[in-house]
């Protein structure tokens, strides 16, 4: 799995302009997006279930938000490889 691509989303930025939501495409059965919302050093990971937004954990550095956020997605790419090498 490469690294993941993150995407400042501007509609939540702060008023002097520092980005506050990002997210970043992922390969999940139940979702697309993964997102990293950050407001008073507190980085959350929410995964995008159809348009609804699940806290997976949260982190107090955005550097440790993408670091777990990756580890995440590392593993739902290796365990969703399983699942298809098992039903072929």
């Known amino acids: 799995m490469e690294k993941l691509k993150w995407e400042v ?3 939540g930025d702060e008023e002097d302009g520092s980005p506050t939501m990002w997210r970043a495409r992922i390969s999940h ?3 697309r997006f993964l997102w990293i919302n950050g407001k008073e050093k507190l980085y959350t990971v929410e995964l995008d279930c159809f348009g609804q937004l699940v806290e997976l954990k949260r982190c107090k550095s955005l550097a440790n938000a993408k670091r777990w956020a990756t ?3 590392k593993k739902r790419a290796m365990k969703d ?4 090498e098992e039903t072929n």
């Open 9 to 11: 989303i501007h509609e």
């Open 29 to 31: 059965p139940n979702a």
């Open 71 to 73: 580890r995440y997605a």
């Open 81 to 84: 490889d399983t699942n298809k």
